[in-house]
């Protein structure tokens, strides 16, 4: 997996894997990156994202649904929360890593954001 710069359209919103935009306005406006609360949209709806300003490459934050299993299930989450994801081979965590994330207020307030692919 890797870090991409992905295309968002400023005027619909719409996540474009290519520089094509299918909003049907004229002059769509493709941005390469966006602010914090646009790339919390984009977790919300599934997408993994990172800033291109991290130091460490390779990791991102992706929203993690708390266990559903009802019989036997130990979990006392019950909220959905964010993660940040090492994968395997990243060499902080060469076996990968999974940790409970909380923006700093640098984060919150870029405007580095990308959507990983």
Request: proline share 4%.
């Amino acid at each position: 997996m890797s870090i991409e710069c992905t295309k968002i359209c400023q005027r619909c919103r719409y996540y474009h894997a290519t520089s094509e935009c299918c909003c049907e306005r004229d002059e769509c406006i493709l941005v390469d990156k966006m602010d914090f609360s646009d790339a919390l949209n984009w977790v919300k709806h599934g997408k993994k994202i990172a800033r291109a300003g991290w130091n460490g490459k390779n990791m991102w934050v992706r929203l993690f649904e708390p266990c559903t299993i009802s019989n036997g299930c130990k979990c006392s989450l019950s909220q959905p929360f964010l993660v940040i994801e090492y994968p395997k081979g990243h060499s902080a965590y060469p076996d990968g890593s999974c940790i409970p994330w909380l923006a700093s207020q640098s984060d919150i307030m870029a405007d580095d954001w990308v959507v990983v692919e």
